[in-house]
């Protein structure tokens, strides 16, 4: 078990730093739209959703990352209360909330990716880009976020009964 455990882990670490480049693109993007638009006053038509598509990706295929490195949002003045035994317990229950919902979007997600392949869908726009790469980059981050909580799990419930961490 320990074996899949760090294979998730290491898969979400892959991603998420390979994906985290694009925010190189995304900070070059910014700077040359408020030139073209301030210093030229030539504004693009592509440069506002190309930043929308790159934080997109970030955001979804490195929420397993995020998770991973204990970096999601959380109450801390609640969660500093319990101990590190009772934090795991709170973790474990909280899961079946996570996986319910996390169910749900990628059923959902995966539909409209598919129906957004099919139809080879563009965002109406004047420049026009597709779609469909987005929405299947939102299927594979919600996937991954599900492993990534799943291992999570194992190891908080490993810890509840053992007191060890895996």
Known sequence: MKRVLLAIDAVSTWVGKAISFIMFLVVFIVCYEV?????FHRPTIWASEAMVFGCGFLYVLGAAWTMMDDRHVKIDF?????????????????????????????????????????LRETFGTPWNPPVYPVKISFVVGVCLLIFQGFARWVRDLYFVFTGEKL
């Open 78 to 118: 609640i969660w500093e209360k319990f101990s590190p035994r009772g934090r795991a317990v709170l973790d474990s229950f909280n899961f079946l909330f996570f996986a319910f919902y996390m169910g749900m979007l990628l059923w959902v997600g995966a539909k409209y990716a598919y129906e957004s392949t099919l």
């Open 35 to 39: 030139a073209m638009r301030y210093i």
